[in-house]
C-alpha cells in the first residue's frame, strides 16, 4: 500500500492541534451553552416531559454520535471519498426529494425538512452540505483544464445547482441554499474558474437573489423587520429585538453562566439558531470574542491545510478541504450576523455549537475527513523527506 495512504498508529503528534483543540472547544461549549440556553424551554414543555436535562442528554447523544462518526471519517482514505462523491451527492439528492413527499417529510412552522426516524428526525440539507463539498471538489478536479470554459466547466455545475436550490426552495429552506450555493461557487473559484465568468455569475447570483425576496412575501416582511425591528419589536421584529436585548445586557462580561433572562420564554430558538445571543447575554462580549477567534483559527486551518494539500499536487484534497472552510465559515458569519442584526433573519444553525442532530454530526464529518487531508499531507510530506 502506498506509504501516504498507509493507516500505521496514530498519534498526538500527526495531528494539526490548532485545529482540533479549537474545534473540540466549539463543541464542548456548545454542549454547556444548549444547555444553559434550553434549562426553561425543556421544564415548561409537555413535549419534553418538563424534563430539565432533554435537550442537554439528546446533544450529548448527537455529540457522541457525531465524534464517533468523525473517527470513523478519519480513517477512510481520500481517495475513497473521491470515488464516492457522486454517490453521496446523489443519495443527498433523494434525501431532498423524499423529505418532501407527503407523510414523509415532517413540517414544523410551515416548513418541510425533516424526516422522522422514530426518536429522531433527519434533516436532509445539513448532510446535503457536506455532499456540496465532496462532489464539488471531486467535480472541479476532475474538470481542472475546462474551468475557462462556459460550457464545459461551468453549465453542468450550474445545472446541478439549480436542481438542488429548486427542491431546497421547495421545503423552504433559504439559509441552506445560500451556504450549499456558497461552497459550489467558492470551489470553483478556488479551481480556477474564468474571472469574467465568475464575475458574471455572482451579478446573476444577487439578482436571482434579490428576486427570491421579493417574490416571497414572508422575506420581504424579514427584510423589512431586519432594518428596523423596533418599529413592530412584538411583530416581525421580535426575535432581533430580544437578541439585541441579549447582547445589551451582556455588557463585557456577561450576567454570569445560566442567568439569562431572554432565554426565560423571551427568545425564541434560543438552543438553536440564537445561542450566540445567549453566550453574548451570559459571557458578555468577551465570551463572544471568543467563539468568533475560535471560529476564524479554525477557517484559517481549513484553508491552510487545503493549501498544503494543493501544493503537494493533491487537488482533489485540498479543494475538500477549503469547501469545509467556505462551509463553516459562511455559515458561522450568517449565523452571527443575524445574531447581531447585522443579517435578516434566517433559520440557519451556527455550527459546532447549536442543538441539532444532522448538523452536529455533519459538522463532525467534515471534521474528521478535514483531519485525514491533514493527516495524509504530513504523511506525504514525511516520505518526500525520507
Not at 420581504?220 to 437578541?243: N, T, V
Request: hydrophobic fraction near 55%; proline fraction near 4%.
Amino acid at each position: 500500500m502506498n506509504r501516504a495512504y498507509a493507516a500505521p498508529p496514530r498519534t498526538p503528534a500527526e495531528l494539526d492541534a490548532l485545529l482540533l483543540w479549537p474545534a473540540l472547544a466549539l463543541l464542548l461549549m456548545g454542549l454547556v451553552m444548549v444547555y444553559s440556553a434550553s434549562i426553561a424551554t425543556a421544564e415548561g414543555s409537555r413535549f419534553t416531559g418538563n424534563q430539565s436535562m432533554y435537550f442537554l442528554v439528546r446533544h450529548g447523544v448527537f455529540l457522541s454520535v457525531g465524534l464517533v462518526a468523525g473517527v470513523m471519517a478519519f480513517q477512510i482514505p481520500l481517495r475513497l471519498w473521491q470515488q464516492a462523491a457522486p454517490w453521496l451527492f446523489v443519495g443527498g439528492v433523494a434525501l431532498l426529494v423524499l423529505v418532501l413527499i407527503p407523510h414523509v417529510g415532517r413540517s414544523v412552522n410551515g416548513a418541510q425538512r425533516w424526516i422522522g426516524l422514530g426518536p429522531i428526525n433527519l434533516q436532509p440539507s445539513e448532510l446535503m452540505k457536506l455532499a456540496a463539498v465532496l462532489y464539488a471538489a471531486d467535480y472541479t478536479a476532475r474538470k481542472l483544464d475546462d474551468m475557462a470554459s462556459f460550457r464545459k466547466g461551468f453549465v453542468p455545475m450550474a445545472v446541478v445547482m439549480v436542481l438542488v436550490g429548486a427542491l431546497l426552495l421547495r421545503e423552504p429552506d433559504f439559509g441552506a441554499f445560500v451556504v450549499i450555493v456558497s461552497i459550489a461557487v467558492g470551489i470553483l473559484f478556488l479551481g480556477g474558474i474564468n474571472a469574467r465568468l465568475f464575475g458574471g455569475l455572482i451579478v446573476i447570483m444577487a439578482i436571482a437573489f434579490v428576486i427570491l425576496i421579493w417574490s416571497s412575501p414572508y422575506r420581504r416582511e424579514r427584510i423589512f423587520g431586519f432594518m428596523d425591528p423596533w418599529q413592530d419589536a412584538f411583530g416581525k421584529g421580535y426575535q432581533l429585538s430580544h437578541a439585541l436585548i441579549a447582547f445589551g445586557r451582556g455588557e463585557w462580561l456577561g450576567v454570569g453562566l445560566g442567568a439569562s433572562v431572554e432565554k426565560l420564554f423571551y427568545l425564541p430558538e434560543a438552543h438553536t439558531d440564537f445561542l450566540l445571543a445567549v453566550i453574548a447575554e451570559e459571557l458578555g462580549f468577551v465570551g463572544v470574542c471568543v467563539v468568533v477567534g475560535l471560529f476564524a483559527l479554525l477557517v484559517q486551518r481549513c484553508f491552510a491545510i487545503g493549501r498544503q494539500a494543493l501544493v503537494l499536487g493533491r487537488v482533489y484534497a485540498g479543494l475538500v478541504a477549503q469547501g469545509v472552510g467556505i462551509w463553516l465559515g459562511v455559515q458561522g458569519f450568517i449565523n452571527m450576523g443575524v445574531n447581531m442584526g447585522l443579517l435578516p433573519t434566517k433559520g440557519l444553525t451556527l455550527p459546532l455549537m447549536s442543538f441539532g442532530g444532522s448538523g452536529i454530526v455533519a459538522n463532525c464529518l467534515a471534521l474528521g475527513v478535514l483531519l485525514r487531508v491533514d493527516w495524509e499531507n504530513r504523511r506525504l510530506m514525511r516520505g518526500q523527506a525520507t
